[in-house]
């Protein structure tokens, strides 16, 4: 008996791959989570063990507790009824591209990407379409008959810009002209140092965009699985069937845990954007100065993407090599589509980045040739 032949080509994470390498260093540090290191706040503990210890653990809707849709709608100030709650951002994704998506059509992704957003579109029987997120030629010519939707990420995995409202404004013109959807992926936006737009609240772009959010960033509630979007009536009614008929809804203590986050939490979340943007404003030009690197400031929690005047080398050697050498995990840039470049993830205790800078300065102090060769 055979698989999809889908299952062959997709899915796993970039992080997970570079997480399972193995090194012989003594004293590894990773660079490669994309997860808060502290745990969430306090509140959303309380909150969830109340409500299992009420017993507040049966099905629910399946677009998520009313209170709980209140609460993410007055985040946004959009109406609750364009609320759907998902376990994570993730199954938000996969949902609204099932919604969409019928086989063969075609899915503009921009380069560099978020992995699982190109994975999850094979997954929806899609065909994604990869086209670097400056070339506006190859952006125009990237729009075919077949064309469905695009993918916008800001602030963006792996490189944490943030898109200027003008770009966001071309886009909603473009996918209007195109007549085609707009997923906005915005799981980092509350980490974002200055506001971020949404193709959601620019003119005529509300109509035609589905908003993917996340409690996983902000909060740091990773591991407890909590998302939602914001779509249009139509893109809602078949999202909440869709959560119906696969996940039923988020599990509901979380959901109280949601609710917590959002009524008690968020100043919480505000001082931990504030934390990532010190110690971006620290690394930034640390990063920058490492000889052989470009590295663009950073706009949002919490990644840098450093950009490699390596010739001759894969990033995917360089991360090795790193690790090898100095026990430091990073993901390569192939994993998001773009070669000659690493992303370093720090949402982690000050002393290990510090320990951290210290190794790359020296990586990047040898000589090319003897890092290339790995010996001394
Ligand atoms: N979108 C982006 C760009 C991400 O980086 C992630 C997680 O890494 C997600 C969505 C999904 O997050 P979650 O499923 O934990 O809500």
Known sequence: MRLSDTLSSVGGSATMATNAWSTSHADPIALSMGEPTVPPPEAIRIAIERAMVDGRTGYGPPAGLP?????????????????????????????????????????????????????????????????????????????????????????????????????????????????????????????????????????????????????????????????????????????????STFVTHAATPIQYGGIAALTEATEWAESRRDEYRRAAEWLGPRLDALSGVRCAPTEAGFYFWLQLEEPGRSSLEVARALLEREGLRLVPGEAFGVEGALRLAYPIARPRLEEAVTRLERFFALPLDVRKNGED
């Open 67 to 243: 209170e709980l849709r209140d609460a993410l709608a007055a985040d946004r100030s959009v109406d609750p009824a364009s609320v759907v709650v998902t376990p994570g951002g993730k199954p938000a994704l996969a949902a609204a591209l099932r919604c969409l998506l019928d086989p063969g059509d075609e899915v503009i992704i921009l380069a560099p990407f978020w992995p699982s957003a190109r994975d999850q579109v094979v997954w929806a029987r899609g065909v994604p379409v990869i086209v670097a997120h400056d070339d506006e030629a190859a952006i125009e010519a990237a729009f075919g008959p077949r064309t469905r939707a695009v993918i916008l990420n800001s602030p963006n995995n792996p490189t944490s810009r943030v898109m200027p409202r003008a770009e966001i404004e071309r886009w909603v013109e473009r996918a209007d002209r195109r007549d085609v959807w707009i997923v906005s992926d915005e799981v980092y936006r509350e980490l974002a140092w200055s506001a971020a737009a949404s193709p959601a609240d620019v003119d005529g772009g509300a109509d035609r965009t589905i908003v993917i959010t996340s409690f996983s960033k902000r909060f740091a509630m990773t591991g407890y699985r909590l998302g939602a979007l914001f779509a249009p009536p139509a893109l809602v009614d078949a999202v909440v069937r869709w959560n």
